[in-house]
């Protein structure tokens, strides 16, 4: 852009995905839009009590957001909430604890900014109108995001045929490196043998069988939490600061929190 182009105006609608300080009174806002991927962009005097729009750009709320065009990073002009999640969400240590980890994990897996992704974009939202709505237990919400935002980036599990050689299930051993089940003539070393009914409750969270994943056990959860964690931490090489705690129990007292968000 030569310095003779007039700087460019932008508006999207996205998901405020984090924020951190700048300066005395600004602050840097992250925000994942449904048309132009992930934005990193200067809130300006967004810290100050008078400001006219810095409640709207705090994490899980869902914005219509104005952008101008900055040297070094997007200047946000213009900011309106559509859905405001974040007190609903808030009020529930489950759910918070997954919502913090939607959001970290759809920040990590957008590390290209500016490049459009829809689908994770929408899985987002989903999650979290369902986080706030308590539409299912979050612990099932957080791990059936987290299995659609990995097929969206390419590394969906295998939960039915073999993860090597596609050899038709199902199969007994679990490989995160080989990415799901595995064959007996493909087992690598080291491989896990989870109960059938906790692949049975990854399937029906990946492809949205509500009533066969809420029909569930505990244990079986938990069980599939791990292997959903361990998935995820190993496509990403290295571990979401947020995921170990989440509090996998179906109901909690409010607490005092403090935003994990704020740098």
């Not at 951190?20 to 925000?31: F, N, P, S, Y």
């Not at 048309?35 to 409640?55: E, L, P």
């Not at 069980?223 to 989440?246: C, K, N």
């Amino acid at each position: 852009m030569s310095a003779h182009t007039p700087k460019a105006l932008y508006r999207d609608e996205g998901i405020v995905l984090r924020t951190q300080k700048l300066g005395e009174a600004d602050r840097i806002i992250t925000v994942l839009t449904r048309r132009h991927g992930k934005v990193r962009a200067v809130a300006k005097g967004v810290r100050r009590t008078k400001s006219k729009f810095g409640a709207r750009l705090e994490p899980f709320t869902h914005v219509d957001v104005q952008f101008y065009t900055g040297r070094n990073l997007d200047i946000v002009s213009q900011v309106e909430s559509i859905r405001a999640y974040g007190q609903e969400i808030v009020a529930d240590y489950p759910a918070y604890t997954a919502g913090t980890a939607v959001l970290e994990t759809a920040d990590r897996l957008t590390a290209e900014e500016k490049e459009p992704s829809l689908r994770l974009f929408l899985l987002v939202v989903g999650a979290l109108r369902a986080l706030g709505e308590r539409a299912h237990p979050a612990p099932l919400v957080l791990d059936a995001f987290l299995l659609r935002a990995m097929s969206v980036a390419g590394w969906e599990p295998a939960l039915a045929d073999c993860a090597r050689c596609g050899e038709a299930g199902p199969h007994r051993h679990f490989s995160v490196p080989a990415g799901g089940t595995v064959c007996p003539a493909c087992r690598p070393a080291g491989s896990a043998m989870p109960n059938p009914v906790t692949i049975e409750l990854l399937d029906a969270l990946l492809t949205g069988d509500w009533p066969r994943a809420e029909a569930s056990q505990g244990t079986n959860r938990r069980e599939g939490s791990g292997l959903v964690a361990a998935l995820l931490q190993w496509h990403l090489e290295r571990g979401l600061r947020s995921l170990p705690l989440v509090d996998r129990t179906e109901s909690a007292p409010r607490r005092e929190m403090s935003l994990l968000h704020e740098a």
